[in-house]
Nanobody, 121 residues
């Protein structure tokens, strides 16, 4: 399985970005897809996840109300709509796939290459 993340860039505080994650093989209803991020010098942290079958979503408190995770099953693609971006959102964003929901990286067995989001103040 290959996951291709895209959509990162340089934006100003308050702006929006939409990240995409395309999977090379079919994502099944039993899968959980997630977004993580890693800022320089920090550990990789959970951002959001979605159960592929039901569409149930989960968010880190730091992004709740600003970010929205979604999926397009027909396109086998996951999205992360990021609004009201803050400088502290600056990080490399990774998409990942898991069999079981969790908020730690070890729960996820396939990872994309990451896309850089930089938010200037």
């Amino acid at each position: 399985v290959q996951l291709q993340a895209s959509g990162g860039g340089l934006v100003q505080a308050g702006d929006s970005l939409r990240l995409s994650c395309a999977a090379s093989t079919r994502t099944y209803s039993s899968h959980v897809m997630g977004w993580f991020r890693q800022a320089p010098g920090k550990e990789r942290e959970f951002v959001a996840a979605i159960r592929w079958g039901s569409g149930m979503t989960y968010y880190a408190d730091s992004v709740k109300g600003r970010f929205t995770i979604s999926r397009d099953s027909a396109e086998n693609t996951m999205y992360l709509q990021m609004n009201s971006l803050k400088p502290e959102d600056t990080a490399v964003y990774y998409c990942a796939r898991a069999i079981r929901y969790g908020t730690t990286p070890k729960n996820y067995d396939y990872w994309g290459q990451g896309t850089l989001v930089t938010v200037s103040s």
